[in-house]
C-alpha cells in the first residue's frame, strides 16, 4: 500500500483543533500499519485517528452495524426488522426504523478486510475519504472549496441513526462531498464523541485535486468588507450597477 503523495498541508492554516483524518477502506489486512487493540463504533475510531498513529481495524473491531455497511456481514434480523429500533424508542413504530435499511449507502459484501485510519500529516496511504471537523466559520471555506470553481450545490444527508454510513461511505459511492452538524447523530451524542455545533465534513478522493488547488487560493476564513448589514447591501448595489453598465456597452 503506497504512501500519500498529494500534500493536504494547505488545511494547515485554518489551525483545526482536530487534525484531518484520512480514511482507505482495504481488500486485505495492511502490512506496515498497526492494528487497533480495542472495539469502537466507527465515529469513536475517526476521533481516535485525531491524535493516534495510523492504525487499522478489522470486523471484530466494530461495536456497531459497521461490519454489515461495509459488506462485511450478513444483515441481522435483528437489526434490519427493525425491532431494535423501535424497542429502543428510536422510532415509533419498526417499520419506520425498518424503511432506512432500504438507502442507507453500504458497500458490496466482501469487497473491504480493514478499515485503516491516520491522521493527514501521517498518512501511510492515498486515503478513500477525509474528514474533517470544523467550526462553522472554517467549515464555509472547506465546503466552498469545491463549489468555488464548479458551482455545484453543497448538500448534507444524514439519518439521525447510522450517521456513519453517510458520512463515511456514502462519499465514495456518490463521489460527492457530505457533511453533518454534530448534535444530530444520536448514537455519536449518546457515545459524546463531539461536542454540538461543529461541522464533519467528508470529502470523497476524486474531489480532492479540486479541494486543495482552491484552498490554496481561499482565506481560511471569508472576511466580509463591513460587519454592517446596510453598507455591505450598498456595496451589492454597487456591483450590481457596475456590472448593469458593463452589460449595456
Known sequence: MAASMRDFSVLNKFNLERKPVGIKFLPSRPDNIAHLEKALNFCEMVKEAHTSAPFYVTKGDFHCVEPMLLGMEDPEPAI???????????????????????????????????VAFSPVDQLPFDPDVLVMVATISQAQTLLRSVNYTSGEAITSKITPVVAC?????????????????????????????????????????????????????????????????????????????????????
Open 80 to 114: 434490519v426488522s427493525g425491532l431494535f429500533g423501535a424497542t429502543g424508542g428510536l422510532f415509533k413504530e419498526a417499520r419506520a426504523n425498518r424503511a432506512i435499511y432500504h438507502f442507507l449507502p453500504r458497500l458490496m459484501k466482501g469487497a473491504v478486510h480493514s
Open 165 to 249: 454510513s453517510w458520512l463515511y461511505i456514502y462519499p465514495i459511492i456518490s463521489g460527492e462531498i457530505n457533511y453533518v452538524v454534530t448534535g444530530i447523530s444520536l448514537g455519536m451524542s449518546a457515545l459524546k464523541v463531539y461536542p454540538e455545533g461543529l461541522i464533519i465534513i467528508s470529502v470523497p478522493w476524486v474531489k480532492f485535486p479540486t479541494m486543495l488547488e482552491n484552498l490554496n487560493e481561499l482565506p481560511p476564513v471569508r472576511k466580509f468588507s463591513s460587519p454592517d448589514g446596510d453598507a455591505h447591501r450598498q456595496m451589492v448595489q454597487n456591483l450590481l450597477g457596475d456590472i448593469r453598465r458593463e452589460i449595456a456597452k
